[in-house]
């Protein structure tokens, strides 16, 4: 089985800051795709960013970056120059080469205040 | 370009009465298809999943249940509903084994 932790329940940045939303996971599996979704006020999903776990590159998406570390199951997003609109509730999730579905974290709440 | 559809967006059902949420899929063939239940908020979990018309998973055990009767077209239901089952449902669809999750834009169902 494959899990997901976020630790960091909320968390708030001032406009103009970064802030770096941490995640873990455990699978075990050698082969897996790792995201992170935000989900806005609106409630819509978004897809922020994807890494192939076979890709030693982090993954980056304008001012969204990762961290990725295999060896310690560590991925966490950092989110550069934080802007009003990054307010929500931010999802990490593992999809497995073999798998179907993407289990997903708890969720982390972003405030980024002015 | 691949489009998702999912509705009603609010309802408001008492309890012991039946549930059927829709969600379409445009623009692609053969998705796979996706129900996800948010309660309070946080964390997502995964009801439902299916990889062809007819071919239904189910995740956890509950008073729900899903069908796939056509290939762009996921329903969830239930025949009676119970107050444990308020919550965000969120239907997604992905193309391939390692794309991701497109997502609906969710029903808040509150059962009274």
């Known amino acids: 089985a494959q899990t997901v932790t976020q630790s960091q329940p909320e968390m708030s940045v001032q406009e103009a800051e970064t802030v770096t939303l941490s995640c873990t996971y455990d699978t075990s599996e050698n082969n897996y795709y790792l995201f992170w979704y935000k989900q806005p006020p609106s409630r819509q999903m978004i897809l922020v960013i994807r890494?192939?776990?076979?890709?030693?590159q982090n993954a980056t998406e304008n001012r969204f970056s990762v961290n990725f570390q295999k060896a310690a199951k560590s991925f966490s997003l950092k989110i550069s120059d934080s802007q009003l609109g990054d307010t929500a509730m931010y999802f990490c999730?593992?999809?497995?080469?073999?798998?179907?579905?993407?289990?997903f974290g708890k969720g982390t709440s972003l405030l980024v205040t002015p | 370009s691949q489009t998702i559809h999912q509705w009603p967006a609010t309802l408001v059902q008492p309890v012991g009465s039946p549930l059927s949420l829709e969600c379409t899929v445009e623009?692609?063939?053969?998705?796979?298809l996706y129900w996800y239940r948010q309660a309070a908020g946080r964390g997502l979990q995964l009801l439902f999943y299916s990889v062809g018309i007819g071919q239904i998973s189910s995740e956890v055990p509950q008073n729900l249940s899903a069908s796939r009767p056509q290939d762009r077209q996921f329903i969830l239901s239930s025949k009676k509903l119970l107050l444990s089952d308020s919550g965000f449902y969120l239907c997604a669809f992905k193309m391939g084994s390692n794309s991701p999750l497109h997502f609906g834009n969710g029903t808040r169902l509150t059962v009274t």
């Open positions: 890494q192939e776990a076979y890709k030693q």
């Open positions: 623009g692609t063939s053969n998705p796979n």
């Open positions: 999730a593992i999809l497995s080469n073999s798998g179907y579905a993407l289990n």
